[in-house]
């Protein structure tokens, strides 16, 4: 699969270890070395504002998707390649769904968790096929991977639906796998894809 943009969803905090911002720069370099563009929610703060600042650095094309009543609390980056401003927290999830090939959470908060999940719910349903992936630097995740394990075990998920999730710890490894990525035959959680 050839990707042109990835959608990263990240935190508005920097977070507690210098290995967040890291792991944030190393992903962008990955992007940079294959000539991926990056789509995020347009802040200048946190890891969303390290993750621009890099990619702007290393010449990586940057679209960030921001609702107003954020960019008038003044969290707005302004020295994007392209800065699309809408309404709703909603229309900025779906904008930038419909601009990305893949997507990929780094540490966060509720936000972050929440951007992933639904972009992974409407996996499951069909409604996309394209690869979510999640950068587990220093374990953030690790509890979050074991509570969707325990809801596979529990019957929540299908396997299918649990492995929509592609998980490791290195940038390169992420996107090479995010690019190997084949979307399930069934395509939803109740319709297949060619029924769509």
């Excluded at 993750?51 to 290393?58: H, I, M, Q, V």
């Excluded at 966060?108 to 996996?123: R, S």
């Excluded at 220093?138 to 299908?158: P, Q, R, S, T, V």
Aim: glycine share 10%; hydrophobic share 45%.
């Amino acid at each position: 699969m050839t990707l042109s943009r990835i959608c990263v969803f990240c935190g508005s905090n920097k977070g507690l270890r210098a290995s967040y911002s890291d792991a944030a720069m190393s992903l962008i370099k990955t992007l940079a070395e294959r000539n991926i563009g990056l789509v995020y929610g347009g802040g200048n703060v946190g890891l969303m504002g390290v993750l621009a600042d890099a990619a702007l650095e290393a010449g990586v094309e940057v679209t960030g998707v921001i609702p107003r009543f954020l960019v008038e609390k003044e969290v707005v980056h302004k020295n994007l390649t392209d800065l699309r401003i809408v309404t709703t927290m909603h229309e900025r999830k779906a904008l930038m769904a419909e601009l990305s090939g893949a997507f990929i959470a780094l540490p966060g908060g509720f936000g972050t968790f929440d951007e992933f999940c639904e972009i992974l719910t409407w996996a499951q349903l069909g409604l996309h096929a394209k690869p979510c992936g999640i950068l587990n630097t220093k374990g953030y995740y690790d509890f979050f991977l074991k509570m969707l394990d325990h809801a596979e075990d529990e019957e929540f998920l299908k396997t299918e639906h649990r492995n929509l999730v592609i998980s490791a710890t290195d940038a390169g490894d992420l996107v090479d796998r995010l690019q190997a990525y084949q979307a399930p035959k069934s395509g939803g959680k109740w319709i297949s894809l060619e029924e769509v």
